[in-house]
């Protein structure tokens, strides 16, 4: 085994690769866990079937319906996780005890109090995300930018409620809280007014962002879209609203990599924002043919996305999340497959020479260029991230599915 590690430690120090430096670098790297992979965004405290223009189809079975189920699942797939993570929670999952019930707009940090206590036992922190679909508030499929001041005031409530919980989940664990504002809203069909509903939006943003919070302790960031099921015509919260507002305030601009036409990409997107911006974020996902949400896998893209982040130094500026939901395989593993292969593409980014990659390209040795970032990728890429899997005590090859099957039989197919 050890032999594979010296091997290929031995060939990237020859193109001035130190793995030794690598593997500490990538332990660090923080990848926030979206929990709603869990339980198909269903969530704790709606009586609604999933809506804002999101999906997830299938019905896989064995599905998390209890706080304490969501937590044993997240669990097994930590640890099948090498290096640092992060809990990502919708506020959704609020837990209510003893028959205890708080609308989305008086939720309060007490709610999550055993989220905290889940993530202090387990080292992490946590990240949070308002959650404006699935609720019978959300109107005409409008929330902060609905012509209804009723519903609109009732989201921006909800939004105050979020960054207060944001900042008790900074102070429990120690550890910045990212809050992500997303909003559904749009419309179906051709609008005759593109222009006030945005209005509403940064007026309703506004409101919320009024309310002082500690902003060493809150990252508050927002994502935008492109289009949602049944609202294909018309997004609020597009890309240059959300890059717009983001600049504007000084909070942070989130890219989902769903949420674009199918030829941009977010990686070319990411020099250009950190030109402009202390910190970015990103969702993290695999969008087939439209916003599908489908489990991460060690493409191009992602390969792509992490390259940016590593030769932009921007490690410590790039909030990395993933969302993804896929209803159709067992979830656990669908955790793990995505988190272990976004970390895999740091890794490969991590291993590639971009000094020289970068000199190329100033020389203008096109043909060197290419004929290199071809051969690397076959460098033993496989066996530093077995090595890396190793001294982080979690299982490297694929055997990891097998201890997964078996909890499936022991614990999921009995719920
Ligand atoms: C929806 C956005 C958003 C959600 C989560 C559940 O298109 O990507 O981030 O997926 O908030
Ligand atoms: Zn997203």
Redesign the pocket.
Known sequence: MNNRYEYAKEIYSKIGIDTEAVLKKLADVSISLHC?QGDD?TGFDSREALSGG?QTTGNYPGKATTPQELMDDLDKAFSYMPGKKKLNL?ASYAIFEDGEFADRDALEPKHFKKWVEFAKERNMGIDF?PTFFSHAMVKDNLTLSSPDENVRSFWVRHGIACIKIAEYFASETGVPCVI?F?IPDGYKDIPADRYAPRARFKKSLDEILSVPYDKSKVYVTL?S?VF?IGLESYTVGSAEFCLSYSDYKGITPLM?N??YHPTEVVSDKIPSLLLFNEKIAL?VTRAVRW?S?HVVTFDDETKEIAKEIVRCDALDRVFIAL?YFDASINRIAAWVIGTRNLRKALLFAMLLPHYELRKAQDEADFTKLLALNEEYKLYPFADVWHEFCNREGVIADESWLDEIKEYENDVLLKR
């Open positions: 709603w965004v999101i919708h995300n992500n997303w994502e879209k949602g989902d769903g949420h969702h916003d949400d969302d």
